[in-house]
C-alpha cells in the first residue's frame, strides 16, 4: 500500500505560527516574571523616603479604639472588582509560577523577585530552635512606628510578586517598618533546616519568634502580622497565643484561612467537585512535585494525609489527630485577645468561604474579631481584580492599631541592631 501526501504551500507556515504560539505559551511565566522585575526595578529603585505626616493616623487613634469602629472605617472603602475572582486567582498564579517552582529547591529559591537592598536579609531562631528567613526593612529615622509581618501560604515564598510588592509598599508608602518571612519549609528557610511544614502548628513559633524579634527594637512600637492560606492559619494560632499588647498587639490579618486542619487536608486530599480551577490546581500541584523531585530534593507523597501522617507526624512526635487538633484556628478563636480581620471571597474555589464563617461562628461574640466577606476577589484577594482595595483596607487596619512615639536618641544603638545575621547573598 502507499500513501500519498499532497503538499501544501501554506502548511510551513501553519507550522510556523503554531510553533510561535507553544513557545509564547510554555515561556509566558518567564516572560511575565522577567516584565515584573523590570516594572519593580524601575518602580522602586529611587523610592521616596516614607511620609512623615501621621496626622491621619492620630486623629483614627482619637479615643478607645474598637473593631467595631475600624470595620466601619474599612466599610466605608469602595470596594470594585476589574474582573471575575477566579480568573483574578489565574492571573495572579501564572505570575507567581516561576517563583513558586523555584521556591521549591534550596538552590533556586530566592532567585526570582529579589528585595532591594534597604531590605536586610536576616536569620531569625524559632521557638523549636528551627532557622527561618527572612528580609527586615527598618525606616531609617527614630521615630517610633509600627511594624508588619508578611508571610505567604503554602505554595509560595516572600519572594512572590504580591508579598514583594506589598513589602515594597508598606515600607515606602505606609512608613511602616517590614519583615518579610519564609515560614519553615518554604523559600531560604528550607535551605536552612529540614523541619517539614506542620499545617501552622509550628509555622505559629515563626510568627511568634519573629514578631518578638521585631518587638526588641526600641523604634518599634506595635507588631502586626498578614498572612495567606497557611500563613493565615499559623497567623491566627500566634494571635491566640499573644497578650493584649505584645507580641502581636498591632492586629492579624488573615485571607483565606481554614477552620478546622482535619477536614481542609480531607477536603484537599480527596476528588472533590469537578471544576476547571480545581482541576487546575492539582494540576499545579503535581507540576511543582515533578520539578521538586527532577531537582533532587527529597521525594514527597503526593497524598497529603500520607505526607502528614509519614513526615511531621514523625518529625514533631506527635500524634495525627492531636496534630490536626493543635493546627485548627477555630479552637482558640474565643479566646482572642487582640484585634484579628478575616478577609474571605465569596468565590474562593482554594478555600471555601464556609471556613471564615466557621472562624467566626467559632469567636462566638468575641469583640476582637471581625469578618469582611467579599462577593469576588478569589482567592488571591491581593490580585489584578482586587488588589486595590485589598491594600488600601490593610493599610487602613494596619495604621488604626498602630502606635506612633517620639524620636528618641541612640536607639539603634539601643535596639541591638548588631545582633542581625546576614544570611546568604546580600544582592539576592
Known amino acids: 500500500m502507499r500513501f500519498t501526501t499532497c503538499s501544501d504551500r501554506k502548511t510551513p507556515r501553519v507550522a510556523s505560527v503554531a510553533l510561535l504560539v507553544l513557545a509564547l505559551t510554555l515561556f509566558s511565566p518567564l516572560i511575565i516574571t522577567l516584565a515584573f ?26 479615643g478607645t479604639r474598637t473593631m467595631a469602629e475600624v470595620m466601619e472605617i ?23 509560577l516561576v517563583p513558586s517552582a523555584l521556591a521549591k529547591t534550596r538552590v533556586t529559591a530566592g532567585i526570582v523577585y529579589p528585595y532591594p537592598s534597604t531590605f536586610e536579609p536576616i536569620v531569625l531562631e524559632s521557638h523549636d530552635g528551627t532557622p527561618i528567613c527572612g528580609h527586615l526593612a527598618l525606616q531609617s529615622d527614630a521615630t517610633r512606628r509600627p511594624a508588619v509581618i508578611l508571610a505567604s501560604g503554602s505554595r509560595v515564598s516572600k519572594n ?15 512608613g511602616f517598618h517590614v519583615m518579610a518571612v519564609d515560614l519553615r519549609n518554604r523559600g531560604d528557610s528550607g535551605r536552612c533546616s529540614e523541619a ?4 501552622g502548628y509550628r509555622e505559629s513559633d515563626d510568627i511568634m519568634a519573629a514578631a518578638e524579634y521585631l518587638e526588641s527594637f526600641g523604634i518599634v512600637s506595635t507588631v502586626g502580622v498578614c498572612g495567606e492560606g497557611m500563613a493565615a492559619a499559623a497567623a491566627l494560632l500566634a494571635a491566640g497565643r499573644s497578650k493584649l499588647n505584645r507580641p502581636l498587639g498591632g492586629g492579624v ?6 477552620a478546622e486542619a482535619g477536614s481542609e487536608v480531607e477536603r484537599l486530599s480527596g476528588p472533590g467537585a469537578f471544576s476547571l480551577l480545581s482541576s487546575a490546581r492539582r494540576l499545579l500541584a503535581r507540576a511543582l512535585w515533578l520539578f521538586r523531585i527532577l531537582a533532587g530534593m527529597p521525594e514527597a507523597s503526593l497524598d497529603l494525609r500520607e505526607y502528614i501522617r509519614e513526615v511531621p507526624c514523625q518529625y514533631y512526635e506527635i500524634e495525627e489527630a492531636d496534630l490536626y487538633r493543635k493546627a485548627s484556628p477555630a479552637r482558640i478563636m474565643s479566646e482572642m485577645k487582640i484585634p484579628c480581620l478575616l478577609l474571605h471571597a465569596e468565590d474562593d474555589l482554594m478555600s471555601p468561604v464556609e471556613n471564615a464563617r466557621a472562624l467566626l461562628d467559632a469567636a462566638d461574640e468575641n469583640p476582637m474579631v471581625a469578618a469582611m466577606i467579599v462577593p469576588c476577589g478569589g482567592h488571591a484577594l491581593y490580585g489584578p481584580a482586587t488588589g486595590k482595595w485589598f491594600r488600601l483596607a490593610l493599610e487602613t487596619f494596619f495604621t488604626y492599631w498602630g502606635e506612633y512615639g517620639s524620636q528618641t536618641d541612640g536607639i539603634f544603638e539601643l535596639a541591638g541592631i548588631e545582633g542581625i545575621e546576614i544570611f546568604g547573598n546580600p544582592d539576592n
Open 196 to 199: 517539614p511544614s506542620s499545617l
Open 160 to 174: 512572590s510578586h504580591w508579598l514583594l510588592s506589598l513589602a515594597l509598599e508598606a515600607y515606602h508608602d505606609w
Open 253 to 258: 490579618v488573615a485571607i483565606g484561612a481554614y
Open 74 to 96: 474599612l466599610d466605608s472603602i469602595p470596594f470594585r472588582a476589574s474582573v471575575p475572582g477566579p480568573i483574578s486567582t489565574m492571573l495572579s498564579t501564572l505570575i507567581d
Open 37 to 62: 522585575i523590570v516594572y519593580i526595578w524601575t518602580r522602586f529603585q529611587r523610592a521616596p523616603a516614607c511620609r512623615s505626616d501621621v496626622s491621619k493616623v492620630t486623629s483614627l487613634q482619637a
